[in-house]
């Protein structure tokens, strides 16, 4: 696999494949009979009334979004890994991205008022956050940077 030696770039690909995990995770849920709101649901619901949530074009919009704040974390964690090194790799992505989790659950999901009826809708966003958002990312990030440059100011 190729390096890639810019630390913001390399975040925003390993966030944005971390972020698709999540939506693939939040899918493969939805495929097995166990339903609940989804990540895509939630960053659409800032978006969109609860009657245009849904629609195709606002379950695209809200993936979009998803994946986007899923990059954000991503360049977060490089930078990151780029300031402390690469020591405790999925450690530290795994406590960012809860950190980033519940940046999401005060903010977004209060306003679009998903979970609140739910058992399960917390937990799959929890765990997708965390762990599997976490782990990805850091994988990804793992495989793809170099860290070799130094922070620029």
């Known amino acids: 696999m190729k390096i ?5 770039f390399a975040g925003t690909i390993a966030g944005a494949i971390g972020g698709a995990g999540i939506l693939m995770l939040n899918f493969m849920l939805l495929l097995l009979g166990i339903e609940h709101k989804t990540y895509w649901q939630a ?10 949530l849904q629609t195709w074009q606002a379950q ?6 998803a994946i986007g704040v899923s990059a954000m974390n991503g360049v977060l964690l490089s930078l990151a890994l780029l300031i402390t090194g690469k020591d405790y790799l999925f450690t530290k ?6 950190f980033g989790a519940y940046f999401l659950f005060l903010l977004v999901y209060p ?10 809708t917390p937990w799959v966003a929890l765990f997708g956050h965390t762990v599997s958002n976490g782990l990805l990312t850091g994988y990804i990030l793992n495989r793809i940077c170099s860290f070799n440059k130094e922070l620029k100011t």
């Open 4 to 8: 890639i030696n810019d630390w913001f």
């Open 43 to 52: 960053m659409g619901g800032l978006f969109f009334s609860e009657q245009l």
């Open 111 to 120: 306003q679009t008022g998903l979970g609140k009826n739910s058992l399960i």
């Open 93 to 98: 992505s795994v406590v960012l991205s809860a």
């Open 60 to 65: 695209v919009h809200g993936a979009i979004d």
